[in-house]
Structures are given as structure tokens and as C-alpha cells.
């Protein structure tokens, strides 16, 4: 069964530094989606891309992060400088469709650590 | 803004026995879905079962079943016949229907549930 791959697992960074988090989504799927998870807390949504645009983004997803498809397969999520707060498990996920009735598939997740 | 409240950080459950995981959630909305996923340690988190908030009827896949209780905002899992692999985190996730339709899930804060032999 497909599945979404993510690499890499365990990403350790200094703040400051830029960090790419690479995300191989199901390859017929056309909507995806970056979450995190910070220890303890909540999943929470960062940013959903459609068609090489963002179709929406929370209040974390500020002008220190971006999100690009480079190729057909990769889709990235970028951290410009990295702060210390930004230490957290990333999920990538996609779906076929953008009807809430399409399963959004998960990706085993990246955890980031920033020292 | 919509939110998901999962009040159990922790539950255990003997196999073959029955467990009940319970989520809440807050909304003004009229349609939505709701969703539990699983997550296995390590590896990614997989859809368990959808319940849309037109239906009435309890959604059920195999051993998992929901208590849907549209008006007082409650959304429990129960599995029955546990068994060693159900162990896991739980997320209960709410998606809304309105506005663009790429929408994103709203998660709780998770259940890690033990299946004890």
C-alpha cells in the first residue's frame, strides 16, 4: 500500500540554522499538508498546499517558514532560522482530494530538536 | 476556532476486554467530520474510522465503533476485543466542511492506550 515517506527521522540543528524537512507524498495525491507536534501538546495544523500555492496557514506558519513542491514527488517545508521553540515532530500528510471526505494520509513524522 | 479535548492522557485495557476513549469537541458549525486516528510507536498515523455529523447512525469499522452525541459535542471510541497490536495514541480530530474545502484537521491532545496480556 502506498504510504508517505519522510526524511529524515530525527533532525538535530542550532538555532539559527536553516533547516529543510523533505516529504514524499502518495504519488497520485494533489493536496498536502505540513502538522507538528510539540512534546506534550497538541497536533497542529501549519499549512496546506494545492497547485504550487498555499491554500491555508495558521498563525504558526509565519514568514520564517515555506513550503515548496520542487519536483514532482518532494514536497518541502522549510525553517529559515530556527528557533528554540521550534523543537517539535513535523508531519507531512496528503489526500487525493480537498473534500473533507478524502483521508488525509500521514507521514511517519521528522522530529526536529534545535539546540 | 474549533477545538478537540481528549481528557484521558492515559488509558490501559486488558486484551479481549472492551475500552471506551472519549473526545469533545467545540463548535458553532453544523456539518463537520470526525475522525480517530491511530498512531503505532514510530511509525505514522492511520485513519481508524470517520463519522460525518449529518448521520445519525453510529459509524462502525470491524472492532471500533463511535458514540456520536451530536449535542453535547461527545465523539468516544470503543474497541472492542482488544488486542496487542490496538496498543497506540489516539487522536480524535475534527474537520470542517465550510470555506475552500482543503480544510485542515483540528487534533486533541492524544490517548496512549495500553493493552495489557
Known amino acids: 500500500e502506498p504510504e508517505v515517506t519522510q526524511t529524515p527521522s530525527h533532525q538535530v540543528t542550532q538555532m539559527g540554522q536553516e533547516v529543510i524537512l523533505r516529504c514524499v507524498p502518495i504519488s497520485n495525491h494533489l493536496y498536502f499538508y505540513w502538522y507538528r507536534q510539540i512534546l506534550g501538546q497538541k497536533v497542529e495544523f501549519l499549512v496546506s498546499?494545492?497547485?504550487?500555492?498555499?491554500?491555508?496557514k495558521s498563525e504558526i506558519f509565519d514568514d520564517q517558514f515555506s513550503v515548496e513542491r520542487p519536483d514532482g514527488s518532494n514536497f518541502t517545508l522549510k525553517i529559515r532560522s530556527t528557533k528554540l521553540e521550534d523543537s517539535a515532530m513535523y508531519f507531512c500528510?496528503?489526500?487525493?482530494?480537498?473534500?473533507?471526505?478524502?483521508?488525509?494520509?500521514f507521514g511517519p513524522g521528522t522530529r526536529l530538536t534545535v539546540t | 476556532a474549533q477545538t478537540v479535548t481528549q481528557s484521558q492522557p492515559e488509558m490501559s485495557v486488558q486484551e479481549a476486554e472492551t475500552v471506551t476513549l472519549s473526545c469533545t469537541y467545540d463548535?458553532?458549525?453544523?456539518?463537520?467530520?470526525l475522525f480517530w486516528y491511530k498512531q503505532p510507536p514510530s511509525r505514522q498515523m492511520i485513519l481508524v474510522i470517520r463519522?460525518?455529523?449529518?448521520?445519525?447512525q453510529n459509524a462502525t469499522e470491524n472492532r471500533f465503533s463511535v458514540n456520536f452525541q451530536k449535542a453535547a459535542k461527545s465523539f468516544s471510541l470503543k474497541i472492542s476485543d482488544s488486542q496487542l497490536g490496538d496498543a497506540a495514541m489516539y487522536f480524535c480530530a475534527y474537520r470542517s466542511v465550510e470555506g475552500s474545502g482543503n480544510t485542515p484537521l483540528v487534533f486533541g491532545k492524544g490517548t496512549r492506550l495500553s493493552v495489557i496480556a
Open positions: 498546499f494545492y497547485n504550487n500555492e498555499i491554500s491555508e
Open positions: 463519522q460525518e455529523a449529518y448521520k445519525q
Open positions: 463548535t458553532s458549525e453544523s456539518d463537520y467530520y
Open positions: 500528510a496528503s489526500s487525493v482530494g480537498q473534500s473533507s471526505l478524502y483521508e488525509q494520509y
